[in-house]
């Protein structure tokens, strides 16, 4: 059964002995960062701070942050059995008969039962103010001791394409300017970016564009607003999928625009266009402060919310953090994905210190001369993918889950000169060290074992392994030797 809320996620976490109550004042001025930094890097609970400095509203932060967590969030054992429902739905094919066409009616079902639902009334609407609010009454974090002040670090920032009407949601940190404005740090290559350039093009500077920003709800839908989905998939219908119940959408108050019914605070109100404002540093998931530069500037024209909201929000920095953790999920839930446009992958591995886009590590079915190239860009062309600066391919007998293993073959495996390809194109606007902003080169390592093909005519050499009968004979008397 779909969680209802954040409330139902939260009741879980705490049944699993997954959350930890801080009952006493914490300020959300740098401490909270500190407890939830130590909390992920030593294992601990996800963090409610009851009593934070300066507001009546607790703070829930690292709820995502293990894999155990993530499985409480998505409802499910293994986020692979997500991967494999997807996998399914992939290998629906058009049915032949009327056996078949029965078959699938099951499916086609399914299907139709994740679509958002539009409903009148939310808890998110229990309060509506028009006026006199401050977003200083809630505990909205300064992270890092450079940031620029405080930020809203986990928003669920609701667009419409204007060509198509289609809904995107993204999740873009909002610097706090004042009690009624913030940042929005759409970078150049998200929908939510390429909403404002399409209306401004067709509208022109000084027109307003619509946007809704919803704060905490059920976890299914807070992680939507993360994934890399194609721009044509609505979030809120994926999120439907995982939740395995369709989510309940209610309209604004104040703008053309749906949001979260079951959110805990929902910000309205517009972008005007052409107006761009110095946002940053901010310490970013790098683990470094990313720099200031111009963004839009969000106008809060009216907050709804519930009658006792609780604040949803992470933190990022050097890994690895919560980030992390979804970031896992979300490799494992679309390898499926990533299989059906490049069949020949067998796994991929994103390790924490790539910070997602630094660093990939794929293993192939190797067929022919130069595949692992092909693969690398292949990879490149698909999606936010295009930000990987460094994609390593081995063989399929290695296990990239296992970065040492990874290290030991591929530097046995390369000739640094033929194996290595350097390639120019778009680079993660976070990249501090592209030589431009948003454009830069990346780089492909082909760590597969060399063909006669591929102009390797040396002999290859086998791994160094004990035979099995050695190793079962030394097991029995490794014990007699009490070794343990």
């Not at 909205?140 to 986990?154: M, N, V, Y």
């Not at 044509?232 to 209610?250: C, I, Q, S, T, Y």
Request: hydrophobic content about 40%; some cysteine.
């Amino acid at each position: 059964m779909a969680y209802a809320d954040l409330r139902e996620f939260l009741a879980a976490l705490e049944r699993e002995g997954e959350l930890k109550r801080i009952p006493f004042e914490v300020d959300p001025v740098l401490e909270i960062t500190e407890f939830a930094d130590r909390a992920v890097k030593r294992g601990g609970p996800a963090l409610l701070f009851e009593r934070p400095k300066g507001s009546s509203i607790p703070v829930l932060i690292n709820a995502f942050a293990s894999m155990r967590r993530m499985e409480i969030a998505l409802e499910t054992p293994s986020v692979e059995d997500i991967a494999r429902r997807i996998a399914e739905l992939l290998e629906m094919r058009m049915p032949q008969g009327l056996i078949d066409k029965l078959k699938m009616l099951p499916k086609l079902a399914e299907l139709g039962a994740f679509f958002p639902k539009t409903v009148s009334r939310g808890p998110c609407k229990e309060v509506i103010r028009r006026d006199g609010f401050s977003l200083f009454e809630y505990p909205i974090l300064k992270c890092w001791p450079e940031d620029a002040g405080r930020f809203i670090t986990f928003p669920l920032v609701f667009t419409r394409d204007p060509e198509t009407g289609k809904r995107n949601c993204g999740v873009y940190r909002m610097q706090v300017f004042d009690e009624r404005t913030t940042a929005m740090h759409w970078q150049t290559h998200k929908h939510g970016a390429e909403h404002y350039r399409r209306r401004l093009r067709e509208q022109g500077k000084g027109e307003r564009m619509d946007v809704a920003v919803a704060i905490g709800a059920d976890p299914a839908t807070m992680f939507s607003g993360i994934l890399p989905l194609p721009p044509d998939v609505d979030e809120m219908l994926f999120a439907g999928f995982l939740r395995g119940k369709p989510v309940e959408m209610v309209r604004c108050e104040t703008c053309d625009l749906e949001v979260p019914a079951n959110a805990e605070i929902v910000l309205e109100g517009y972008v005007e266009l052409g107006e761009l404002r110095k946002e940053g540093p901010f310490g970013d998931h790098t683990g470094f402060y990313s720099l200031e530069d111009d963004y839009p500037v969000f106008h809060i024209t009216c907050i709804t919310q519930r009658k006792d909201p609780i604040y949803a929000t992470t933190i990022v920095g050097p890994p690895p953090m919560e980030d992390y953790y979804m970031g896992k999920a979300i490799e494992r839930i679309f390898l499926p994905l990533m299989r059906l446009q490049l069949p020949e992958i067998r796994d991929i591995s994103m390790p924490a210190e790539g910070i997602f886009h630094n660093l990939m590590l794929v293993s192939i079915r190797k067929s022919y001369p130069g595949h692992a190239r092909k693969v690398m860009h292949a990879i490149w062309g698909l999606g936010q993918a295009m930000f990987t600066k460094c994609i390593v391919v081995v063989d399929d007998d290695v296990d990239v889950q296992n970065p040492r293993e990874v290290v030991w073959k591929a530097l046995n495996n390369i000739d640094p000169e033929r194996d290595i390809e350097f390639v120019r194109g778009p680079v993660d606007s976070l990249d501090h060290a592209s030589r431009l902003p948003n454009f830069g080169s990346k780089m492909g390592v082909d760590a597969t074992r060399k063909w006669p093909e591929e102009g390797f005519t040396r002999p290859w050499p086998e791994v160094i392994r004990m035979t099995a009968e050695v190793k079962r004979r030394v097991d029995e008397l490794w014990e007699r030797a009490g070794l343990g």
